[in-house]
């Protein structure tokens, strides 16, 4: 949850090329939909299945889920292809939907 919270704090940083609150944001969600999944008592070595469960693990939406596999294949795209779209739509929408998600996490924590 630290880690989450860092990040998407540091993601609204304005004076920072798009990659980094990019992938700030997108680890950030990466975080805690792995926090929703440990604490639905399941773990995965997976990436992409910690957001492909978040329908059952949050009350994530279908759209919010196919949003973050979305910026699942843009980093990976980045990482390893080197590729980096910048997209100033979808790191709003990631940066929403992120923190719509930290708030459910933090719900089902208490």
Known sequence: MR???ERLKDAH???LS???PFDLAYNAAHALA???LRLSGYRSDKRYLVFQCLIHTTQ???VQVRLFAL?????NLA??????DEDDALLEQLLESTSQLLSDVQ???N
């Open 71 to 75: 910026c699942h294949e843009r980093r």
């Open 60 to 62: 994530s939406s279908k």
């Open 3 to 5: 880690s989450a919270l």
């Open 34 to 36: 792995l926090t929703a």
């Open 107 to 109: 719900q089902r924590m």
């Open 18 to 20: 798009f990659s980094s």
């Open 79 to 84: 990482e390893y292809e080197g590729y980096m």
């Open 13 to 15: 940083t304005c004076t």
